[in-house]
């Protein structure tokens, strides 16, 4: 939630590549390669999908493509680990409920 | 079919495997390191606080710059690093199943090292799927790697080292950490990380858990609760507290499932379910070796000389090096080995509770419940004198193997010793010249300087400042005590910011002498 700019040890974040993706239809803009789920959070979006049985919401837990909790609809391919997939110019990115985008949820 | 053979498959590019991979690689061994991720390093890189041990461990190093240094040498010594590439399935035959993008090959090794490292544990807790409750190693890679605040406000369930080092690096990247909470009733990971946190004013909350996230979309406040003996809530105990993220550290288990896999003899330990192995990390099938958190969880600093041993074995094994060779370089790894897994949490310590110092020293009891040390319990260590002129207080009470401040002195004040888990104490006779070295090579920020009446009234005291904005010289504020509570008004008489500290400021205020030996920390105003 929100990007560290200047931090005691790491010093300055190194300026990235600005990129253009949606997120459910919205405009967003993000940092070219880093993961889906770092831009996402750093927009604020906490929700990536809702289980199938009983569409409880999930979000980033594990942070490194181990526990499949952050999958989302990217490009039109469900289960996307987003926290390990690389962000490009473009994108787009859907909540995920059970395996299919919200349209075709039923 | 035609298969790949290398003499060396080694699967995880973190520091054991790394450092297994140079060592085999310098002995003529052509090695093919696989890693599923998309960078080498392991969990290095993440690791943003200075490493304990002493030199040999490369103590006092941030974890990211060894990173740093051990892919520099692995480029050097030529090992080949395939990234994006998961191993899944290893065999007895020492056939390993490997994927690379959409593409699964079988791969043949004349010598198998698994150094899988671990994954994060985690408890079950009502709401405990949300948005917002997340694996500490989450918050460490959205912070360390990706520049990105994990939240606002924080709550860590776990208070071993990862619990610990995480919390503070939640501070420095700008986040609130509400409470630090544990079921267990001690804190289980090194005081001085402990002291770190209670200094800014971070509370402790030990023997309590967590009872409910709660929120309908994302977490927007946490319930926790104390527990008895037993682990059970004690009713009326809750207590509310306001977070947007939760971090769970309750320990790691070691990844072990390709050792299952490949039929490797196996053993249930307080550890986890491990191989067996010999010391060098060769399991119960030839050629087989594990090393790392995978054969058992400890630091990345014995990571890598596990990581070391094994390479020598693995070098023997296939003909590259003599039994006396690799006999006289294992006696140096594993001499350091052992000076890593001394004192108070060595391998054999865990879960016991230990009284008195390796000195005879009557250990904190508020360390350990409040994670700071008492203003009345700490006169009685022996890096803690008081004296006129500038001088280093050493507020290291536990024994852990580090011994960084020894080295740093150049006047020689300092003294641990040939055990380097013994408790540091100054020299009377030497010079302390206010050099602030030993401040900045403390891997735990226990070193203070201090300097009784440098006018009237008043004292300063040196401390270790590792967050942003630095406060500026002429600045005025309060001194925290050591419980993180405001002691008195202070200011700032100096900052520095020199390249040898490595990103530690020392910043110097001036307090009343009153309160000299009690302020630990600056808050501005």
Redesign the interface.
């Known amino acids: 939630m929100g990007r560290i700019q200047n931090h005691p040890i790491l010093g300055e974040t190194p300026e990235g590549k600005t990129v253009h993706f949606t997120f459910d239809g919205k405009d967003m803009t993000g940092v070219e390669d880093e993961p889906i789920a770092a831009a996402l959070h750093a927009a604020g979006v906490m929700v990536h999908r809702y289980t199938s049985g009983r569409h409880e919401p999930r979000g980033i837990f594990c942070a490194i493509g181990r526990c499949t909790d952050c999958v989302m609809i990217v490009n039109g391919i469900p289960n996307v680990r987003t926290c390990i997939t690389p962000l490009e110019d473009g994108m787009k990115i859907q909540t995920q409920y059970g395996v299919s985008a919200r349209e075709d949820f039923s | 079919m035609k298969m790949t053979r290398y003499d060396l498959i080694v699967i995880g590019a973190g520091p054991a495997g790394l450092s297994a991979a140079i060592v085999a690689a310098k002995a003529g061994i052509k090695p093919v390191v696989y890693d599923?991720?998309?960078r080498p390093g392991g969990q290095l890189f993440k690791q943003?606080h200075k490493f304990f041990g002493s030199k040999e461990h490369m103590a006092k190093v941030?974890g990211f710059r060894i990173g740093e240094q051990l892919l520099a040498e692995a480029e050097a010594a030529g090992v080949k690093v395939v990234l994006n590439a998961t191993v899944i399935g290893l065999f007895p035959e020492k056939e390993v199943l490997v994927r690379i993008g959409d593409e699964v090959s079988h791969v043949k090794g004349d010598a198998i090292l698994i150094a899988t490292g671990a994954?994060?544990n985690m408890v079950s807790f009502r709401g405990w799927?949300?948005?917002?409750?997340?694996?500490a190693?989450?918050?460490q890679?959205?912070?360390?790697l990706?520049?990105?605040?994990?939240?606002?406000n924080v709550l860590m369930l776990g208070t071993g080292n990862v619990g610990l080092v995480v919390s503070y690096q939640l501070l420095?990247?700008?986040c609130q950490v509400k409470a630090v909470v544990d079921a267990a009733p001690r804190i289980g990971g090194y005081g001085v990380h402990a002291s770190k946190l209670a200094r800014t004013g971070v509370p402790f909350y030990l023997s309590h858990t967590i009872k409910e996230a709660e929120g309908?979309?994302?977490v927007t406040g946490v319930t926790i609760a104390e527990v008895d003996e037993h682990f059970q809530f004690i009713k009326g105990t809750e207590k509310h507290i306001e977070v947007?993220t939760i971090c769970v550290a309750v320990g790691l288990s070691p990844m072990t499932q390709l050792l299952k896999m490949s039929g490797c003899e196996m053993k249930d330990t307080r550890g986890g379910y491990l191989p067996v192995c010999d010391a060098y990390g060769q399991t119960s099938i030839p050629g087989i070796f594990a090393a790392g958190d995978v054969s058992g969880i400890e630091e990345a600093s014995s990571a890598m000389i596990e990581g070391r041993m094994a390479g020598y074995a693995i070098a023997e094994y296939l003909g590259f090096i003599s039994s006396r060779e690799r006999a006289s370089e294992e006696e140096v790894q594993k001499a350091s080995l052992d000076a890593l897994r001394q004192g108070m949490f060595a391998p054999e310590n865990r879960g016991k509770k230990i009284e008195t110092t390796e000195e005879g020293i009557r250990i904190s009891e508020n360390l350990l419940t409040h994670g700071f040390v008492a203003d009345d319990e700490i006169s009685r260590f022996p890096g803690v004198t008081r004296k006129t002129g500038i001088h280093p207080v050493m507020e290291c009470t536990q024994n852990i193997p580090c011994n960084p401040c020894q080295d740093a002195c150049s006047k020689g004040c300092i003294a641990i010793g040939e055990n380097i888990t013994a408790l540091p104490s100054v020299i009377s006779g030497k010079e302390c010249i206010g050099c602030g070295m030993c401040v900045a090579s403390c891997s735990g920020q226990a070193i203070f300087l201090e300097e009784e009446d440098v006018a009237d009234g008043m004292g300063e005291v040196t401390i270790p400042y590792?967050?942003?904005p630095?406060p500026a010289e002429g600045d005025t504020g309060y001194g925290l005590g050591r419980d993180g509570r405001i002691v008195c008004s202070a200011s700032v008489s100096r900052v520095r910011t020199l390249k040898a500290y490595d990103?530690t400021?020392l910043v110097t205020l001036r307090v009343p002498m009153e309160h000299l030996h009690e302020t630990r920390f600056y808050r501005a105003q």
Do not use: W, Y
């Open positions: 599923e991720n998309a943003i941030r994954s994060e799927t949300l948005p917002g409750v997340m694996g190693g989450a918050a890679t959205l912070m360390n990706h520049h990105v605040k994990p939240g606002e420095q990247a700008g309908t979309d994302h947007d590792e967050f942003l630095l990103h400021a």
